[in-house]
């Protein structure tokens, strides 16, 4: 199982960010994606989730109405739209995807909202 994280960087609070996460290895299709951060003296949490064949969706409370997650099946790929950003959502972002109770990660990317 491979996961690549891209598309973080530094944004001006309100503006937007766009992340993706390349997958490899495992039947992508077949499996629910999520997305995770970290920040700074913080624990890891839970930002959203999607289902395999994209029928339902989560966020966590503090990006609902913000953040939209999708993924492309033909392309291997699972992305986060993040919009209205503020700078309590400077982190790290992982992709993350759970097969026999295992869970995987990617590297994460920086994420930091900042004037």
């Known amino acids: 199982v491979q996961l690549v994280e891209s598309g973080g960087g530094l944004v001006q609070p309100g503006g937007s960010l766009r992340l993706s996460c390349a997958a490899s290895?495992?039947?992508?299709?077949?499996?629910?994606m999520s997305w995770y951060r970290q920040g700074p003296g913080k624990e890891r949490e839970s930002v959203a989730t999607?289902?395999?064949?994209?029928?339902?969706?989560t966020y966590a409370d503090s990006v609902k109405g913000r953040f939209t997650i999708s993924r492309d099946n033909a392309k291997n790929t699972v992305y986060l739209q993040m919009n209205s950003l503020k700078p309590e959502d400077t982190a790290v972002y992982y992709c993350?995807?759970?097969?026999?109770?295992?869970?995987?990660w990617g590297q994460g990317t920086q994420v930091t909202v900042s004037s």
């Open positions: 290895g495992f039947p992508f299709s077949r499996y629910d």
């Open positions: 993350n995807t759970k097969r026999a109770s295992i869970n995987y």
């Open positions: 999607i289902s395999s064949a994209s029928i339902s969706t």
